[in-house]
Structure formats: C-alpha cells, structure tokens
C-alpha cells in the first residue's frame, strides 16, 4: 500500500503491519530513502535523510504511525544523504552505526561538510541556470534530483550539525523488541568500508541502503566492487545469515527483490569487463570513457552518469595495480552528489 506523504521529499509505503519504507522523491531534500520499524515498545529509524528538513517529517511520520517517537536510529553508512537528518532525532534516540561508520562520519564525513558549505550556493545558481536553459523536459527532469539536493543543503546549512553516533558495534547486532527484531548486519570495504544492512526475520525484509540500488547506477567509487560482489553473493547464497528475505528496500529506488540483487551483481560484472576490456586497449581517456554505450539492460537506470564515473573509478584501479607509483584519489566530496 503506497500513501503520498503531504511534502514533496518523500514517498511512504507500507510494507507490513508496522514496517514502513520512505522513498525520496526528485526533486526533493530526502535525496536517500529511509525506513521505520515499529519494534513495539520502540520504534527504529533506519536513515535520516540529507537534510533535518527531511528528518524532521520522517520523525513526525514514525511518531503518527507507530504511535512512538523513534527510540533507535541507524546509520547504515556515512555518505551524507543518510546521516544529515541525525540531529532532529536527539536526545530521545540513540544513533547506532558500526565503529567504522563513526570514525567515518568523523573524518571524511567532516571533510564533506566543509566541502559542500563552500559549494552548495554556486553549484546551485548553476543548476537553475542549466534548468532554465533546458530545452526539453527531459532535460528539466535530470537536473531536479540534483537542484533538490542543492536547495535543501542551502535551505538547511544555517542549522544543520553533524551528529555523531552514540552506541556503536563492530559486525551485528540485535534489537529485540516487544513486537519484533531488527538485525543489523555490517559488511566491510562494500559501497564505503562499512555498510550496514536491516534484517526483519519475521517478516521477511530487508533495509539494504546503499548495498542495493534498483533502477539507479550504483556509485562504486567509494568501496570495493568485489568486495561489494561478495557481500551481494552472501546474502543470495544465505551464508550472511539472512534467510527467507523477498523483500529488499534498496539506498535509491522502489523495492526490489532478489532478482534486483542479482541483477545489481550482473551490473558490477560488467563494469568490471568493460573496464577491463577498455583498459587492455588501451582505451583509458575521457573520450573513450564517453563514448562506451551504456548496456542494453542498464540503459533506463537513472543518474547514467554514475556508469562513465564507475568506469573511470575502476580504470584507475586498474592502472594502478600495474603502476604502484602512481597516487591513487583520495576519495574526498567532490562538487557534486554522490549516493
Ligand atoms: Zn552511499
């Protein structure tokens, strides 16, 4: 059952009976999806959105829906657009993230902080600039996401404070309500050095943030492609200790199953073969990048962009395995989104 939300950040839908996924919109300052959990005698957040904004009317949602103000907040990784709504969930909730996570949140997470305080103003005059001059509507559609991100940071940067994860754990941990349990599940070196996904046993779903994208390019820049195969693997194959699972609510995109889990390993494969096909040609400039089709099966994902940056990321990877002298990028913000 899907209800529209009365603001234009998100979507909910109701999965189960106490079990509710938020889907951001374009165009609006969730920018992620989240999740919320009625535990019974609590009620678990899963994600906090880019902006406090945001935040602020998931808080409200869980409260008016599950008849608790949320009691248990994770962050499933650092990337921004997860954690930036933290602070309208303090004092009431502890945020839980693996220690990773935090030392993260802290480090490179403050980094992109500063970063995106000195570009937000500009990048977004640039934005409504290209908007403006958009000739088709198309056009217009592909820079909303984008203008959305940008104009919610403008909006929110007066107030917003990166808040910090109060109770950490390393690779699990359970929280067992009256109602049902939640299981959280880290992988190392995945989508960022550490990923946390939400396993609901009893009801068969699983909150995989950014480890699944469905209908979007993943960003592979920030982590490891095989890494992130074999946590994908684990989890189809069983071995990750997830079990019966048929729902998977991905970091970006509408619900998936496993055949979207599967599809997202295929889609990893073969960015690592062209790559690496590129790479043995000797195909390795802008230009080639640019001009390598976007596979048939991918070709109406949203944001294709993160497919040319995929390519660059691993060509670079690649030259790097044969040449250890050269440096390899430090995988600081750059001027624009990253999921
Ligand atoms: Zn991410």
């Known amino acids: 059952?899907?209800?529209?939300?009365?603001?234009?950040?998100?979507?909910?839908?109701?999965?189960?009976?106490?079990?509710?996924?938020?889907?951001?919109?374009d165009g609006g300052a969730a920018i992620s999806n989240a999740g919320m959990v009625d535990l019974g005698d609590s009620t678990l957040i899963i994600d906090t959105f880019l902006t406090p904004s945001a935040a602020e009317e998931l808080r409200a949602d869980a409260q008016r829906l599950t008849g608790h103000i949320p009691?248990?907040?994770?962050?499933?990784?650092?990337?921004?657009?997860?954690?930036?709504?933290?602070q309208?969930?303090?004092?009431?909730?502890?945020l839980?993230?693996?220690?990773?996570t935090r030392v993260l949140i802290q480090t490179a997470g403050k980094e992109e902080y500063d970063d995106y305080r000195a570009i937000t103003s500009d990048r977004l005059k640039d934005l409504l600039s290209q908007k403006a001059a958009a000739q088709t509507e198309a056009q217009r559609a592909a820079l909303d996401l984008m203008i959305g991100y940008?104009?919610?940071l403008e909006r929110d940067f007066p107030r917003l404070r990166v808040t910090l994860p109060n109770l950490v754990f390393e690779n699990r941990m359970g929280l067992y309500g009256s109602r049902r349990r939640a299981e959280l599940i880290a992988f190392s070196g995945a989508h960022t050095s550490s990923d946390?996904?939400?396993f609901l046993p009893y009801d068969g779903i699983v909150f995989m943030s950014d480890l699944l994208f469905v209908g979007f390019h993943p960003y592979l820049g920030d982590g490891s492609p095989d890494r992130w195969l074999e946590a994908l693997n684990s989890i189809l194959d069983g071995t990750a200790g997830i079990e019966n699972a048929e729902r998977f609510v991905p970091g970006h995109g509408p619900t998936g199953t496993v055949t979207d889990l599967q599809q997202l390993v295929?889609?990893?494969?073969?960015?690592?073969?062209?790559?690496?096909?590129?790479?043995?040609?000797?195909?390795?400039?802008?230009?080639?990048?640019?001009?390598?089709?976007?596979?048939?099966?991918?070709?109406?994902?949203?944001?294709?962009?993160?497919?040319?940056a995929n390519l660059h990321f691993l060509l670079e990877k690649y030259q790097n395995m044969v040449n250890k002298s050269l440096p390899v990028k430090p995988n600081t913000a750059s001027n624009s989104f990253r999921p």
């Not at 899907?2 to 919109?25: H, I, K, M, P, W």
């Open 150 to 152: 940008f104009a919610g």
């Open 266 to 308: 295929d889609y990893i494969r073969d960015c690592q073969h062209i790559a690496q096909t590129l790479y043995k040609e000797g195909k390795t400039s802008q230009a080639d990048v640019a001009s390598t089709p976007i596979p048939a099966a991918y070709a109406k994902w949203t944001m294709p962009r993160f497919f040319y």
């Open 96 to 100: 839980i993230s693996t220690i990773k």
């Open 196 to 198: 946390t996904v939400v």
């Open 71 to 86: 009691g248990h907040v994770v962050n499933t990784h650092y990337h921004n657009d997860h954690i930036w709504g933290n």
């Open 88 to 94: 309208v969930f303090t004092p009431e909730a502890d």
């Open 1 to 25: 059952m899907a209800f529209q939300n009365a603001t234009r950040n998100y979507s909910l839908d109701s999965l189960c009976d106490g079990v509710y996924a938020a889907f951001a919109s």
